[in-house]
């Protein structure tokens, strides 16, 4: 079986998210009639895909730029019996750009099947596209890649040279001013816990310029003003450096004020932290249902509420029930099996129509 995956990259691991390799390396590792492909040339080139899996519908977007036909090219496929699969990682691109916005237009119509990961988009997603087959295969843990036996927190505090006390982590980039103001907000209203916020401020590498001194001296500023604002300045964590800011936090805060997906709840979890998060999308529904703690993005005092119960929540084991509940429906091996499962069965059942036309 030919499947080709749309991603931003022409291979997944050069993708800076580790969502796609994993389940790729898992599923190659224990069956051997798949054959997955990236290089988007080949998308154009070759006719015989079984299945074109679309994670992120603007990466073919430098095509659209130079005029070529994506609808035609999808519906040309779809007529020689190829199977188009969307996993819904976000409803639109993150990307104000006029070219992946549209392919974001164009592709989800023209699916066969979409992959939901968690029952918000599943519902959203059914009525805007009633007559499409709708899945629900959950976000897996990167179990394959990090292990989830961390250093212990003694040392994590020794490593970043901090005293013992609450600590809350923000992973990801800042994405817009709004984000950067609800950390502002959460830390101004919880002075007596501590947010590590990497990349609160990226610093960039190499001589120094203008911007280089201009972001320092924001740090300087952000660290006068809330000393309990943790910032490295780092536009990348490695994943030797990662374990050690998981350890040195009980809690993971998900600082989006509009949210589909996030790894980062998923990645939180694994390691046993309390989830805290904006009560929107799949996010808010999956922080519910598994008995975590969210906020509205657009009320301070509901942002401040929510991480002093996740804090209560600490001596309660839940960070230790989120690991355990992650290890068992969300591991690699089970959501991948999942994901060739759909694969195989959306090509007999299409080579079954086929065979009765």
Request: glycine share 4%; with cysteine.
């Amino acid at each position: 079986m030919k499947v080709f995956v749309v991603i931003n990259e022409n291979n997944a691991h050069d993708e800076g998210n580790p969502y796609v390799p994993t389940l790729e390396d898992s599923i190659r590792e224990r069956y051997d009639d798949i054959e997955f492909v990236s290089q988007k040339n080949l998308f154009w080139e070759q006719d015989d895909w079984d299945v074109v899996h679309f994670m992120w519908p603007d990466g073919l977007s430098e095509y659209l730029k130079n005029g070529f036909d994506l609808e035609g090219r999808i519906n040309y496929l779809k007529n020689r019996g190829t199977i188009f699969i969307a996993t819904i990682h976000n409803l639109k691109s993150h990307f104000d750009d006029e070219y992946r916005l549209r392919a974001y237009d164009i592709v989800y119509p023209l699916m066969d099947i979409m992959i939901h990961l968690w029952s918000q988009s599943k519902e959203y997603m059914q009525k805007s596209f009633p007559k499409m087959e709708h899945v629900l295969i959950p976000h897996h843990i990167y179990d394959t890649k990090y292990s989830n036996i961390l250093p212990s927190k003694k040392e994590a505090l020794k490593y970043f040279n901090l005293k013992n006390g609450t600590y809350v982590l923000s992973f990801g980039g800042i994405r817009k001013q709004s984000e950067r103001k609800l950390i502002i907000s959460a830390a101004k209203n919880c002075r007596d816990v501590n947010f590590v916020v990497p990349r609160f401020i990226d610093i960039p590498q190499g001589k120094i310029n203008i911007r280089w001194i201009k972001q320092r001296l924001k740090k300087v500023y952000y660290k006068l003003r809330y000393p309990n604002l943790i910032i490295s300045g780092n536009s990348f964590i490695s994943d030797e450096e990662l374990p050690m800011y998981y350890a040195l936090c009980d809690i993971s805060f998900i600082q989006r004020v509009q949210i589909l997906n996030s790894g980062n709840v998923i990645m939180g979890m694994y390691m046993g932290h309390v989830i805290v998060g904006p009560r929107d999308g799949n996010v808010g529904i999956l922080l519910q249902d598994t008995c975590n703690y969210t906020f509205d993005p657009l009320d301070e005092n509901s942002v401040a509420s929510a991480i002093y119960d996740a804090t209560k929540a600490i001596n309660q084991n839940l960070g230790a029930k989120n690991k355990e509940y992650s290890m068992r429906f969300w591991n690699t091996k089970k959501i991948s099996d999942e994901l060739y499962d759909l694969y195989k069965l959306s090509n007999i059942n299409n080579i079954k129509k086929e065979s009765k036309q």
